[in-house]
């Protein structure tokens, strides 16, 4: 999976509306389906900026299976996908662990 992959349409307040669907193992996400992008604190954006185009696949991967509350499976693919599209391990670390956190302080 790369960022070419996906293709969005920027719509107000920080929202983005799938074009295509796009497709990971089994999760395919439907064109029209609209994702907040990554919710990361502002305290943490000068090394992980919210809803920056490298990470933008896994993120909306990640939300589709959060809207399903398949959470287990949205964090390992979160994972996957982020390593898959080269990022830096320290940084998919931070990233895998603030969604884990939560969904566990959200969800239990």
């Not at 497709?23 to 064109?31: F, G, I, L, S």
Request: glycine share 2%.
């Amino acid at each position: 999976m790369r960022y070419s992959d996906v293709q969005v349409q920027p719509l107000r307040e920080k929202k983005y509306k799938l074009l295509q669907p796009i497709t990971y193992k089994d999760v395919t996400v439907p064109a029209g389906y609209r994702t907040n992008g990554a919710d990361v604190p502002r305290v943490f954006w000068s090394f992980c900026p919210p809803n920056t185009s490298d990470i933008l696949p896994a993120v909306i991967v990640h939300d589709y299976l959060c809207y399903l509350e398949a959470y287990k499976k949205a964090d390992d693919y979160f994972e996957e996908i982020l390593t898959l599209l080269k990022i830096r391990p320290w940084k998919v670390k931070i990233l895998v662990h603030s969604v884990r956190i939560y969904h566990y302080l959200t969800k239990g």
